[in-house]
């Protein structure tokens, strides 16, 4: 019962939401998270890279939408009734849709189980930012920085 | 309501030229288009393995819409092909369509980081609830 008067203070925690792609496991901050909606209509945008799948239209405003697959370079994105798009502020007044299999929860991870991921895995496709252990599970933690980052290759 | 529409100040600039391509429609910006052709098929010429047509006088480049968004080639052969003369400062240019809808006030939107992703477009409308991608003729100028 005391336990209910126990605020967590610091910790360096933060909330993250926990998704899925792939079969894997990866966690954003809540600070990034705009709006998580169902999959809408994209409309594709000719001469865009590839892993851009398009735009859509979220109440007349209009939002570029990435596959992280895609840019992972994994096989393209399976659509099914859990899909959803987790839409991400990037910088002051924009958005970017990802596409995900399904959205989980909310889970609170602290910095301090955060790694940097092995600098033998981290290349340009990479959109990786930190990998957090929970439990069993492997988490990798995606950042909006590392995800339209640079893009000099393509 | 619409009185914030009408606010709009009325430059040649937001209006466009609504063509389908397939299932998708574009805008094409009504400062940059000069007519609309209606070509027999028969008329196609090809110079330097570009296929152009011959109008009052000027050899016009085609632009195959669908081909800039990778789509199949139409299913039925068509006598007749619909082209949009667009100009950009002296240069002419033919883009081929499959259908027109006719021209609309359009509230040109940015696509966010897509608009320095992409060569064609400038950016994006809604029409009643599709999304239409503007089209930048000067891009199309390669």
């Known amino acids: ?154 | 309501m619409e009185l914030s529409q009408i606010v709009t100040d009325n430059m040649k600039n937001s209006q466009a030229l609504i063509a389908g391509v397939r299932d998708e429609k574009i805008a094409i910006p009504l400062s940059s288009v000069l007519s609309i052709e209606n070509v027999a098929v028969s008329e196609i010429n090809t110079v330097n393995f570009e296929d152009v047509i011959y109008l009052r006088g000027q050899v016009i480049p085609l632009v195959y819409m669908d081909k800039l968004f990778n789509l199949e080639e139409a299913k039925k052969e068509s006598l007749n092909i619909n082209v949009v003369i667009c100009m950009y400062k002296d240069t002419y240019l033919g883009l081929v369509v499959d259908e027109l809808f006719g021209q609309e006030d359009i509230d040109k939107k940015s696509m966010g980081i897509l608009d320095n992703e992409n060569r064609f477009f400038s950016g994006a409308t809604i029409l009643d609830d599709a999304v239409a991608l503007v089209l930048d003729v000067e891009s199309l100028i390669a």
Do not use: H, W
């Open chain 1, 1 to 154: 019962m005391s336990e209910l008067a126990v605020y967590n203070a610091n910790e360096n925690e933060s909330k993250y939401i926990i998704f899925k792609i792939n079969k894997e496991v990866y966690a954003i901050d809540v600070k990034s998270v705009n709006n998580i909606i169902q999959m809408p209509k994209i409309t594709q945008v000719p001469s865009s890279p590839k892993y851009y799948r398009g735009v859509i239209n979220l109440r007349g405003e209009i939002i570029p939408v990435m596959s992280l697959r895609r840019r992972m370079n994994y096989d393209d994105d399976c659509f099914t009734s859990n899909s959803r798009i987790i839409i991400l502020n990037i910088g002051e007044d924009n958005l970017l849709g990802i596409v995900v299999d399904e959205v989980n929860e909310v889970l609170d991870i602290s910095s301090k189980d955060i790694e940097q991921p092995s600098q033998f895995i981290k290349n340009d496709a990479s959109v990786v930012s930190g990998v957090g252990k929970i439990g069993d599970m492997i988490i990798s933690i995606l950042s909006v920085d590392s995800m339209i980052g640079e893009r000099k290759a393509s």
